[in-house]
């Protein structure tokens, strides 16, 4: 691995990182995340005409929605795990490929069967938005990481905001076949900004691909899924839907325990159940819950007629327009979350969105009335949403080790959608059972209407809830580390003095990147008298005693180093002329710098050790003394 020098590297110990073609990464990342959130939403001007349009049953129509929903859900962990193996580009290519042949195939169909298959193709593609997200941790610069990875997040809610009046559009003036050839340019035009934009990340994670868990996870899923969306035509207490539910929890609990047996899992469920990762998927969730129903019910507001004493009478392209500062609203808060969780951490820009949430949905129960009220209620729930979904990566990311980013990401999207599944079957449901009869149909009621925006409501409250519980800011200093903490300094910290070319520290097959509100270790070396040590050099090493990082100090003595995941860690300072140190630490993967000082003494003493804080007298690990700056030992080596 290259080394790096002093002058290669910022104040704060991490060099300077400058990858190939850094400034079109986020653009066109984010764009292929748009391209693909298009594809939710894409036939929503439509959906009530698709039983005529494919000559079928309304029933059996909704499949058309349905097949995407579960082909997404399924894609989206399997594809994350794999590009973690074998290259998130690679992945995120072939995810956008498989899209384009869906379109096509949908394009030049009115079969319902075929129609399906090429819809869940479309769906496929949901694997690019977490793929992305991992890509952008992998390949940017620290300092834009934060706001970058905030839009990749928010295209999932984008480009279904978007999509809508542009739909309805193409939907009003052309054959409708023209929704899927358009979407199938889209993808094409993706795929050659990624080519020419993105680079393929050197990140790998060690293994192999589960395809049995894979498997599991794809049954339970869809046994889970099914019922959920197709409930409302099948009968809530119907044996099918019953029977489904409970084969989903039978095929997920077998699943969960082939999971924890497996040396290479497609997910991580021990690190998925650390309370930072749990409570983050759990709220994200029931903000996909909160997010679908605005959508669901202002189009449907917007569009009925006046004559109803209720319904806002507007074109299907007004009603999408009225509908599109909602995804506006979400792009445009990308740089705002990097600043807020800069300062404050992901934890709270997820409190603060989510407050917002509540707010808009709040005040849109009396904001019904005019089609400038449904645009007032977009702006506010965009902005919320916006945040929390922002804030959602940050959280995760910050939890994990890097070489499970993709995986990570994953998961947490599927909650996402697994939220909106929710949403829709639920509202569904509620706007269905409290219609009312106009013009010699049934249309959904402002009672049902207001219902919708309550159990959104209610939805946020939950998450807000859930979001309180995660690991807040601590006051800066050095934790108290877990138990096992000490044996981390055990064993050889080998290749002292190498660093990543790109600014991150690389060990053991992974690579971490600061990233902003994402915490680490961070601190100065000094010599007894208080005054910063020129030249010295600071290593992370693991419990299993591994480097897991590595930076050199700049003319203040500050360094910082993002470890790999939350957990015990020794830090262990070497300069020439000094004894090394070495203290323990913990860090909790929850956006918070650990601050950690460490005092070089006399030359000549061998390693030093600095106890936890709070710690009884004579409790510090008992470390055998090494060499200055060479390897540290445990005994008998």
Known sequence: MPQTTPTDQHAGGLPDPRPRKAGGIVPVLAFAGITVAVMQTLLVPVIKDLPALLHTAPANATWVMTATLLAGAVATPIMGRLGDLFGKRRLLLTSLAVMVIGSLICGVT????IMIVGRALQGFAMGAIPLGIGIMRDELPREKLGSAMALMSSSIG??????????????????WHALFFAAAGLGALSILLTVLFVPESSVRAPGTFDW?????????LVSLLLPVTKG???????????GLFGLAVVILLLWGLMELRSAAPLVDLRTSARREVLLTNLASIMIGVAFYAVTLVLPQLLQLPASTGYGLGQSMVVAGLCVAPLGLTMMLTAPLYARISARRGPKVTLIIGMLIMAVGYGAGLGLMSAAWQTIVISVVLGAGIGLAYSSLPALIIGAVDASETGAANGLNTLMRSIGTSMSSAVIGMVLAHTSVPAGGVAVPSMHGFRISFVIATGAVVIGLVLALFLPGRRPAGLQEPAAGAEEAAYGTAAAYG??????????????????????????????GAGAPVARANVTLIDRRGRQAGRGTVDAEGRYTLLPPGAGPYVLAATAPGHASHARPAEYRGDGVPVTVDLVLDRPGAGLTVGAAPDAAPGSAPDLVPARPYGTMESPGT
């Open 110 to 113: 009115d079969d319902l069967v």
């Open 212 to 220: 049995l868990g894979a498997i599991g996870l794809s049954a339970g």
């Open 232 to 242: 409302s035509d099948w009968g809530w207490t119907s044996g099918t839907t019953l």
């Open 158 to 175: 984008v480009g279904g905001g978007l999509a809508m009046p542009a739909a309805a559009l193409i939907a009003q003036n052309a054959d």
């Open 498 to 527: 190498t660093t990543g070319a790109y600014g991150t520290a690389e060990t053991a097959g992974h690579r971490a990147t600061l990233v902003a509100g994402s915490g680490g270790f961070t601190g100065r070396v000094l010599d």
